[in-house]
């Protein structure tokens, strides 16, 4: 897949060929039909200006915050808006209520500032209109990213269609498919999915699925899921995609502690 880009270099190109036209390229035809196209070409090279002017401006704007960024966290979050593109129109129509979810998503869990927001928009509004196979999506990310990096995109791709407290059947087949192409193991997908299921149940079970864990879970089988989901988000692991993702990593691991304490101590 080819990646935003968001510099000018096609924009000045088009500057060039309109001051070329302007200054005389097509003089030629200006003399044969002057009544014509006396007016009818500076109309139309002002607007062209302006649209590339205005398209100059953003790029700017959101290719400078990019530019700051690694190349592994604007590729996460370009990867993630595209998986998500699929979830949306999986019911062959796009919601605004469902564009709205996934920026308040960045803006309100992310923390993403007003520029960064700027970047989001336009990776949602590129996804939608230029999508990329979900196939080639997830296996773009699964050569480029570890499993600890395909846990957390499956943790956040949860977290958004669960934001209306509610599952379609055309997102689990996305999601679905996301678990297979990017093999992730069906204990990572169940405990994931068990997280984010709305259902009215006890604390108790709570803190089982947060382990992935049955009731019936020994203090042994507690002891050894902990570690093993301690290694699988522990920040470190992460943070090359930046702190934003870092943080995600670390509120994770933050239940991951209260769900261990809490079963050690039913346990007990």
């Not at 920026?103 to 999508?131: G, V, Y």
Request: a positive charge.
């Amino acid at each position: 897949m080819r990646y935003r880009q968001y510099n000018n270099g096609g924009n000045f190109f088009w500057i060039g060929i309109l001051i070329f036209i302007l200054f005389g390229g097509f003089r030629t035809i200006f003399l044969i039909i002057p009544l014509i196209f006396s007016l009818l070409p500076i109309i139309v090279i002002g607007l062209l200006v302006s649209m590339i002017v205005r398209r100059i401006g953003v790029n700017y704007k959101v290719g400078a915050n990019v530019r700051h960024a690694s190349a592994d966290h604007t590729h996460f979050v370009e990867l993630l808006i595209r998986i998500m593109g699929h979830a949306m129109t999986a019911d062959g129509k796009v919601e605004a209520q469902e564009m709205q979810v996934i920026q308040q998503f960045f803006r309100q869990h992310m923390r993403f500032d007003d520029r960064k927001m700027e970047w989001i928009q336009d990776l949602i509004t590129h996804a939608i209109r230029s999508p990329v196979p979900l196939g080639q999506l997830c296996q773009e990310f699964r050569a480029q990213f570890s499993n600890e990096s395909s846990l957390l995109l499956l943790e956040l791709v949860y977290q958004i269609v669960t934001s209306d407290n509610m599952i379609t059947r055309s997102e689990q087949d996305v999601i679905d498919t996301i678990v297979t192409q990017l093999q992730i193991s069906t204990w990572d997908h169940q405990r994931i999915r068990s997280t984010y299921q709305v259902r009215e149940q006890a604390k108790g079970q709570d803190d089982y699925d947060v382990l992935g864990l049955d009731k019936s879970a020994t203090k042994e089988e507690i002891r050894q899921a902990y570690k093993q989901l301690c290694k699988k988000y522990h920040p470190d692991k992460v943070q090359h995609l930046g702190e934003e993702f870092k943080r995600v990593a670390e509120d994770k691991i933050k239940k991951i502690n209260l769900a261990y304490s809490n079963l050690n101590k039913q346990v007990a």
